[in-house]
C-alpha cells in the first residue's frame, strides 16, 4: 500500500469512529436529554436497556470490521462496570477472541524489516501457522538457528509480530478517541459522570505500552526475578538478539492450558490444589512484589507438570506469559487494598468504604450512606459463601440485588484509576478462573491468611506508632515543669506584657467594614424604594433616589486615607 493510500485508508478509519460516535451521541441527546424534558421520560426508562445492548452490538461489529485499536477499546469499555451498565460490559467481553489472523506473507514482511535479515536466517524454522492472533500482534512458533541456540541455551521459541501498521492504526484511533472524550465533556450527563478525556489518556499510556515489546519484554524479566525463588512459578527467557520494538523472540513453554481440567487430572494434577496456588501467586503479586500480571485469562496461564521436589512437593508449577498488560501498586494504592482487604475479610461494610475513599474510588462529597446500607445487605446475604454455595441461590435473586446495587453504584461520583482498574479485572478473571478449576473455591477463604498478616503488621506499626508518641509525650512532660516555673517567675518579676494594640486596630477596622455594609444596605433599600414610587408619587421616588447618593458615598469612601499600619 502507497503512503497516500495508506493516509487515505487511515482518514477513513477516522471518520468512521467519529461517524459512530456522533449517532450515538445523537440518540443519547435525543432520549436522555430531550424526552424527559417533554414530559416523556418513562418512554427513556423503559426503551434504555434495550438502546444500550444495540449500541454494544453495533461497536462490536465496528470493533470487529476495524480491529486494532477498537477490540481494546471494547475490551476496555467490558471492564469499565464502575461507569458502564452491564447491558454493554457482557456484549464486549471476548471480543479478543474474534480477532482474525493477518497473512503470513505480512508478517514476514514486519519481522524481516525489523530483525534486518531474512526469517530463514534469522531462525532454522518459522511456523507460517499463528500460535494465537490479538488485536496489536500475533505469535508463532519457531526454532532458533544453531548459533543461537548454542548462545542461549534455547532451541524452541515462540515469536510475537505486530500486526503491519499498528503504529498509525494506534496514532489514529487515539487522535479519534481523544476528539470523543471532548465531545463527551459538553455533555452533561456524562461529564458529571466521567472524566473521558482522563480515560482516553489512561486507554493510551496502557496501548502504546503494549505495542512496544521492548517494555514487555523488561516487564517479563521483572516478573522472572520477582519470583526467581518461588518454585510455584515460572516464565519464558527473553531472546534479546531476536528482540526489538516489534518483534519479541522468547523461550516456548506452552504447556496444559490451566483451564484444561480433563489435561489436568490426566497429568495426576489436581484442579483444586491449581486454583489454589493460582490465588496464592496473584496475592502475591499484590501485597509482596506490588507488580501484577493484570490479564490473567486461560491463554496466558500454563500448568506444567514437573517433579514433586522441584514444585515444592507439588507436581506442577504455574508459567505466566504475556506481560504487555501489568499493573504498578503504589504504596499508597497498597495502603488502600490493605485497608480493603481487611474490611473484606471482617465483613465491615464502613471499613470497605472508608478503603475505597483511600484508594480514590469514592470522591470526599460521596454520600455513603446507602453505600454503606448495601454492603451490609451484601455480606450478610452472599459473605462467605463459596461458587458451590452461590450456584444453589436463586438466579431471580442474583439479579434483583445486582440492579440495585449496580445502579446505586452507579449513581455514586466515583471513578476508578487505571492501576486499579487493572487489579480489578486481575482479581475477577483470577477468582473466575479458581471458580471454574474448583466449584467449592471460595475466595474469602483465599483471602483471609493475607487480611490475618496484614492485620499483624498493622498492630506492629501501631504499637511502634504509640511507642513513639509516647516518648514524644514524655519528653514534653519532663520539660513541662521547668517551662512553667520560668513563665511564674517572669509573672513576678512584671517582666510578662501583652500588646493588644493591633487587636484594637482589627476591632477598628471591622467596625469600619459593618458600617459601610449597612451604608450599602440603606443605598439599595432607597434606590428601589425611589424607582419603585416614580410613577405614582414623583417627587417623592426622585427625592428618594437622589438621597440614595449619601449613604452610597459613605459606603465607597469611608475610612479612606485613615488607614494606619496594622
Same mark, same amino acid.
Given at each position: 500500500?502507497?503512503?497516500?493510500?495508506?493516509?487515505?485508508?487511515?482518514?477513513?478509519?477516522?471518520?468512521?469512529?467519529?461517524?459512530?460516535?456522533?449517532?450515538?451521541?445523537?440518540?443519547?441527546?435525543? *432520549?436522555?436529554?430531550?424526552?424527559?424534558?417533554?414530559?416523556?421520560?418513562?418512554?427513556?426508562?423503559?426503551?434504555?436497556?434495550?438502546?444500550?445492548?444495540?449500541?454494544?452490538?453495533?461497536?462490536?461489529?465496528?470493533?470487529?470490521?476495524?480491529?486494532?485499536?477498537?477490540?481494546?477499546?471494547?475490551?476496555?469499555?467490558?471492564?469499565?462496570?464502575?461507569?458502564?451498565?452491564?447491558?454493554?460490559?457482557?456484549?464486549?467481553?471476548?471480543?479478543?477472541?474474534?480477532?482474525?489472523?493477518?497473512?503470513?506473507?505480512?508478517?514476514?514482511?514486519?519481522?524481516?524489516?525489523?530483525?534486518?535479515?531474512?526469517?530463514?536466517?534469522?531462525?532454522?524454522?518459522?511456523?507460517?501457522?499463528?500460535?494465537?492472533?490479538?488485536?496489536?500482534?500475533?505469535?508463532?512458533?519457531?526454532?532458533?538457528?544453531?548459533l543461537d541456540a548454542a548462545d542461549t541455551g534455547l532451541e524452541n521459541v515462540v515469536v510475537k509480530v505486530q500486526r503491519p501498521g499498528?503504529?498509525?492504526?494506534?496514532?489514529?484511533?487515539?487522535?479519534?478517541?481523544?476528539?470523543?472524550?471532548?465531545?463527551?465533556?459538553?455533555?452533561?450527563?456524562?461529564?458529571?459522570?466521567?472524566?473521558?478525556?482522563?480515560?482516553?489518556?489512561?486507554?493510551?499510556?496502557?496501548?502504546?505500552?503494549?505495542?512496544?515489546?521492548?517494555?514487555?519484554?523488561?516487564?517479563?524479566?521483572?516478573?522472572?526475578?520477582?519470583?526467581?525463588?518461588? @518454585?510455584?512459578?515460572?516464565?519464558?527467557?527473553?531472546?534479546?538478539?531476536?528482540?526489538?520494538?516489534?518483534?519479541?523472540?522468547?523461550?516456548?513453554?506452552?504447556?496444559?492450558?490451566?483451564?484444561?481440567?480433563?489435561?489436568?487430572?490426566?497429568? $495426576?494434577?489436581?484442579?483444586?490444589?491449581?486454583?489454589?496456588? *493460582?490465588?496464592?501467586?496473584?496475592?502475591?503479586?499484590?501485597?509482596?512484589?506490588?507488580?501484577?500480571?493484570?490479564?490473567?485469562?486461560?491463554?496466558?496461564?500454563?500448568?506444567?507438570?514437573?517433579?514433586?521436589?522441584?514444585?515444592?512437593?507439588?507436581?506442577?508449577?504455574?508459567?505466566?506469559?504475556?506481560?504487555?498488560?501489568?499493573?504498578?501498586?503504589?504504596d499508597s494504592l497498597r495502603d488502600g487494598l490493605r485497608t480493603l482487604l481487611i474490611a473484606i475479610a471482617g465483613r465491615d461494610s464502613?471499613?470497605?468504604?472508608?478503603?475505597?475513599?483511600?484508594? $480514590?474510588?469514592?470522591?470526599?462529597?460521596?454520600?455513603?450512606?446507602?453505600?454503606?446500607?448495601?454492603?451490609?445487605?451484601? *455480606?450478610?446475604?452472599?459473605?462467605?459463601? $463459596?461458587?458451590?454455595?452461590?450456584?444453589?441461590?436463586?438466579?431471580?435473586?442474583?439479579?434483583?440485588?445486582?440492579?440495585? *446495587?449496580?445502579?446505586?453504584?452507579?449513581?455514586?461520583?466515583?471513578?476508578?484509576?487505571?492501576?486499579?482498574?487493572?487489579?480489578?479485572?486481575?482479581?475477577?478473571?483470577?477468582?473466575?478462573?479458581?471458580?471454574?478449576?474448583?466449584?467449592?473455591?471460595?475466595?474469602?477463604?483465599?483471602?483471609? @491468611?493475607?487480611?490475618?498478616?496484614?492485620?499483624?503488621?498493622?498492630?506492629?506499626?501501631?504499637i511502634q506508632d504509640l511507642a513513639k508518641q509516647a516518648m514524644q509525650n514524655a519528653a514534653v512532660t519532663w520539660r513541662l515543669p521547668?517551662?512553667?516555673?520560668?513563665?511564674?517567675?517572669?509573672?513576678?518579676?512584671?517582666?510578662?506584657?501583652?500588646?493588644?494594640?493591633?487587636?484594637?486596630?482589627?476591632?477598628?477596622?471591622?467596625?469600619?467594614?459593618?458600617?459601610?455594609?449597612?451604608?450599602?444596605?440603606?443605598?439599595?433599600?432607597?434606590?428601589?424604594?425611589?424607582?419603585?414610587?416614580?410613577?405614582?408619587?414623583?417627587?417623592?421616588?426622585?427625592?428618594?433616589?437622589?438621597?440614595?447618593?449619601?449613604?452610597?458615598?459613605?459606603?465607597?469612601?469611608?475610612?479612606? $486615607?485613615?488607614?494606619?499600619?496594622?
Amino acid at each position: 500500500m502507497t503512503d497516500a493510500a495508506a493516509q487515505g485508508a487511515h482518514r477513513a478509519r477516522y471518520r468512521r469512529i467519529l461517524s459512530f460516535a456522533a449517532r450515538e451521541f445523537l440518540a443519547i441527546w435525543w *432520549f436522555e436529554l430531550v424526552l424527559p424534558r417533554i414530559g416523556l421520560s418513562r418512554v427513556s426508562e423503559r426503551t434504555r436497556a434495550g438502546r444500550m445492548q444495540r449500541f454494544a452490538r453495533r461497536f462490536h461489529a465496528l470493533a470487529i470490521a476495524l480491529g486494532g485499536l477498537m477490540i481494546k477499546v471494547g475490551q476496555f469499555m467490558s471492564s469499565r462496570l464502575d461507569v458502564l451498565p452491564p447491558e454493554i460490559t457482557k456484549e464486549l467481553e471476548g471480543l479478543q477472541d474474534e480477532v482474525p489472523a493477518v497473512p503470513f506473507a505480512d508478517i514476514r514482511v514486519v519481522a524481516e524489516d525489523e530483525l534486518g535479515v531474512p526469517l530463514e536466517r534469522a531462525y532454522a524454522w518459522f511456523d507460517e501457522n499463528p500460535v494465537a492472533a490479538a488485536s496489536l500482534g500475533q505469535a508463532h512458533r519457531a526454532r532458533l538457528s544453531d548459533l543461537d541456540a548454542a548462545d542461549t541455551g534455547l532451541e524452541n521459541v515462540v515469536v510475537k509480530v505486530q500486526r503491519p501498521g499498528i503504529d498509525a492504526i494506534v496514532a489514529t484511533d487515539l487522535a479519534a478517541l481523544r476528539r470523543v472524550a471532548r465531545w463527551l465533556t459538553r455533555v452533561r450527563i456524562v461529564a458529571d459522570r466521567v472524566d473521558a478525556p482522563g480515560l482516553v489518556e489512561e486507554f493510551a499510556q496502557t496501548s502504546l505500552e503494549e505495542i512496544d515489546y521492548l517494555h514487555e519484554a523488561a516487564s517479563a524479566e521483572r516478573f522472572r526475578e520477582n519470583f526467581a525463588e518461588d @518454585p510455584r512459578v515460572d516464565t519464558p527467557e527473553i531472546v534479546w538478539e531476536r528482540s526489538t520494538r516489534r518483534v519479541l523472540t522468547l523461550s516456548d513453554v506452552t504447556a496444559i492450558k490451566i483451564n484444561d481440567t480433563d489435561a489436568l487430572r490426566t497429568a $495426576g494434577i489436581d484442579p483444586s490444589e491449581v486454583a489454589d496456588v *493460582f490465588a496464592e501467586v496473584m496475592f502475591d503479586q499484590v501485597f509482596t512484589h506490588s507488580f501484577v500480571h493484570a490479564d490473567p485469562h486461560p491463554g496466558n496461564i500454563f500448568v506444567t507438570p514437573v517433579p514433586a521436589s522441584a514444585a515444592g512437593e507439588r507436581g506442577f508449577r504455574l508459567t505466566f506469559i504475556d506481560f504487555g498488560m501489568m499493573a504498578e501498586v503504589p504504596d499508597s494504592l497498597r495502603d488502600g487494598l490493605r485497608t480493603l482487604l481487611i474490611a473484606i475479610a471482617g465483613r465491615d461494610s464502613r471499613g470497605l468504604v472508608k478503603a475505597a475513599q483511600e484508594i $480514590g474510588v469514592l470522591l470526599p462529597s460521596a454520600d455513603t450512606a446507602e453505600l454503606e446500607r448495601a454492603l451490609t445487605a451484601l *455480606f450478610a446475604r452472599f459473605g462467605g459463601m $463459596g461458587f458451590a454455595e452461590l450456584s444453589t441461590v436463586d438466579p431471580r435473586e442474583f439479579r434483583d440485588f445486582a440492579d440495585e *446495587f449496580g445502579d446505586m453504584v452507579r449513581s455514586l461520583p466515583l471513578q476508578l484509576p487505571e492501576n486499579m482498574l487493572l487489579l480489578i479485572r486481575a482479581v475477577s478473571l483470577t477468582s473466575g478462573m479458581c471458580s471454574s478449576l474448583d466449584p467449592s473455591f471460595n475466595v474469602w477463604d483465599a483471602a483471609e @491468611p493475607y487480611a490475618g498478616r496484614l492485620l499483624r503488621d498493622e498492630s506492629g506499626n501501631l504499637i511502634q506508632d504509640l511507642a513513639k508518641q509516647a516518648m514524644q509525650n514524655a519528653a514534653v512532660t519532663w520539660r513541662l515543669p521547668k517551662r512553667i516555673d520560668d513563665i511564674i517567675t517572669r509573672v513576678d518579676e512584671g517582666s510578662v506584657t501583652f500588646d493588644t494594640s493591633r487587636l484594637e486596630r482589627r476591632l477598628d477596622r471591622l467596625e469600619g467594614i459593618a458600617r459601610r455594609i449597612a451604608s450599602g444596605v440603606l443605598f439599595a433599600a432607597l434606590l428601589i424604594g425611589g424607582a419603585l414610587l416614580v410613577p405614582s408619587a414623583p417627587p417623592l421616588g426622585i427625592t428618594l433616589v437622589c438621597v440614595s447618593v449619601l449613604p452610597l458615598l459613605h459606603s465607597l469612601f469611608a475610612g479612606v $486615607g485613615r488607614r494606619g499600619p496594622r
